[in-house]
C-alpha cells in the first residue's frame, strides 16, 4: 500500500522481501478468504501505548478507501459479521489486485532479497543478496514475530533499534491459550467442541465463539480476550450469557423434579459441556436433589467460570505481536520517525495492535497509505 501510494506521486519505488514470494500473511488470512477490513474500524479497536496514535492515519484512508479498491477490481466480498468483509472466493484476489496496482503505478518487487546491513549516510545505504540500494526513504513495514514460519522476525525491531528509536516489549496477542495439565486432563472430553459465550478479563470483556481444544481454549472470544491478558491472570468465562439460570433451575425443578440436572442442562449447553460441568461440579444427581447452596454455586460458576491458563501457544500461532516500536518516536501523520528523517515504520511493526475482524489489515492499509504520502 505504501509502495503504491508513493509510486503515483512518481517516487521511484523497491520493495525488497527475504521471502520467496510476497503476501504470504494475505493468502493464510481468514482460512484463506482474506477478512481484509472492517468497516467500522476506530481507534476504540486498537491496543497501543498511545491509543489516540493511530486515529490520524485511519480518518486519512478509511476502510471505505480500501473497499473503493475493491470495487474497482470487481472483487467479490461477503460482510460475515457486523461489518468484517471476506473476499468471497480467495484471499489471492487482495494480493492480485495490490499486485496489479504496484506494476500500474510502476513498483519494483525484488523477492529472496535478504537485507545484509543498513547505513545512513547522506542516503541510506542497503546492502542485500541481490545488490547494494542507496535510497533517500527507507520504509520498514516488516510485521511483528507472529507466525515465524511464513518469515516473520524481529528485523524491523533490530532497525528502529540500531537507529536509537525506543521499541516497546512485544508479546504474542489475539493467539489460544494452553491449560495447567490437571485441568486438561479433566476437561479433554470437550476437544472440539465450541459454544458461544462471554469472556472478561482486566476489565475487559470479548463475546464470541469459545473453542476447546487438545491444549486448552482458542476460538473468537478467546483470541480476543488474550490481547488484555498477561501471564498469571485468571479469566472469567459466561456460558450463558443473558440466561437468568435460577428461574431456569426453577421451571425445570417444576417440570422435571427427577431428571438428572445433566440432562436439564443440556437443553442449554451442548451435552458433552453439560456432562462435564457437572462432573466437575459435583451436580451429577437428580435435579430436586441440587439444595439451595449448590444452584447458588452453580449460578456463580457458570456465569463466571474461573480458570488461569498455563500460558498462551505463543508466536507460533498467534495472528499479530502488542508492542513494537514506540509510537512516541514517530509522527502519527508521516509514520517518519522523528529522530531520523527519511526512515519510516508502517503497519504491525509499530506499537499498534487491532481486534480480531480485519481491523490489523486496515491498520495496514492506512498506515501504508499515510507514510505514501510523503516518502
Known amino acids: 500500500m505504501c509502495a503504491i501510494t508513493a509510486a503515483r506521486r512518481g517516487r521511484r519505488v523497491l520493495v525488497l522481501d527475504h521471502a520467496n ?17 472492517h468497516l467500522y474500524a476506530t ?18 484512508f478509511t476502510p471505505y478507501d480500501f473497499l473503493e479498491l475493491v470495487n474497482k477490481y470487481q472483487i467479490e466480498y461477503v460482510d460475515k ?20 496496482e504496484c506494476e500500474a503505478a510502476g513498483v519494483q518487487i525484488k523477492t529472496r532479497c535478504a537485507i545484509e546491513s543498513i547505513d545512513k549516510q547522506d542516503d541510506f545505504v542497503i546492502t542485500t543478496g541481490c545488490g547494494k540500494y542507496a535510497v533517500e526513504s527507507l520504509v520498514v513495514a516488516t510485521g511483528g514475530l507472529s507466525i515465524p514460519t511464513l518469515g516473520a522476525t524481529g528485523f524491523g525491531y533490530e532497525i528502529a533499534k540500531q537507529f ?22 479433566k476437561l479433554a472430553v470437550l476437544s472440539g467442541l465450541s459454544v458461544e459465550a462471554k469472556v472478561s478479563c482486566n476489565n475487559q470483556s470479548m463475546a464470541g465463539g469459545l473453542l476447546f481444544t487438545h491444549r486448552g481454549l482458542s ?5 480476543q480476550i488474550s490481547s488484555y491478558w498477561k501471564p498469571g491472570d485468571v479469566i472469567s468465562i459466561d456460558l ?22 445433566k440432562n436439564s442442562l443440556s437443553q442449554l449447553l451442548p451435552k458433552r459441556l453439560a456432562e462435564c460441568l457437572c462432573g466437575l461440579w459435583r451436580l451429577d444427581k437428580p435435579i430436586n436433589q441440587i439444595n439451595e447452596k449448590e444452584r447458588a454455586e452453580f449460578e456463580a ?75
Not at 481507534?43 to 486519512?60: E, G, Q, T
Not at 489475539?174 to 495439565?181: A, E, G, M, R
Request: charged share 20%.
Open 301 to 375: 460458576r457458570v456465569h463466571d467460570w474461573q480458570i488461569k491458563p498455563s500460558g498462551s501457544e505463543g508466536y507460533r500461532t498467534a495472528e499479530v505481536t502488542l508492542g513494537g516500536v514506540d509510537t512516541d518516536e514517530l509522527s502519527s501523520k508521516t509514520m517518519e520517525a522523528n529522530k531520523v528523517p527519511g526512515l519510516y515504520f508502517v503497519g504491525e511493526v509499530v506499537d499498534v495492535s487491532g481486534q480480531l475482524g480485519g481491523y490489523n489489515f486496515q491498520w495496514a492499509w492506512s498506515s501504508g497509505w499515510a507514510a505514501g504520502q510523503y516518502v
Open 21 to 37: 514470494k510476497v503476501g504470504k500473511k494475505i493468502l493464510m488470512s481468514g482460512g484463506g478468504r482474506c477478512n481484509f477490513t
Open 43 to 60: 481507534a476504540d479497536n486498537y491496543i497501543s501505548h498511545n491509543p489516540h496514535f493511530c486515529k490520524s492515519a485511519l480518518k486519512r
Open 164 to 185: 536509537g528509536l525506543n521499541v516497546l516489549m512485544t508479546r504474542a496477542a489475539l493467539v489460544p491459550f494452553t491449560l495447567q495439565k490437571n485441568l486438561l486432563e
Open 240 to 261: 450463558l450469557p443473558g440466561v437468568d439460570v435460577v428461574e431456569w433451575l426453577q421451571k425445570m425443578r417444576d417440570a422435571h423434579p427427577k431428571m438428572e440436572f
Open 219 to 223: 476460538g473468537p472470544a478467546i483470541l
Open 81 to 100: 459479521e457486523e461489518g468484517q468483509l471476506f473476499c468471497e472466493h480467495s484471499s489471492k484476489d487482495i494480493l492480485q489486485m495490490l499486485l496489479a
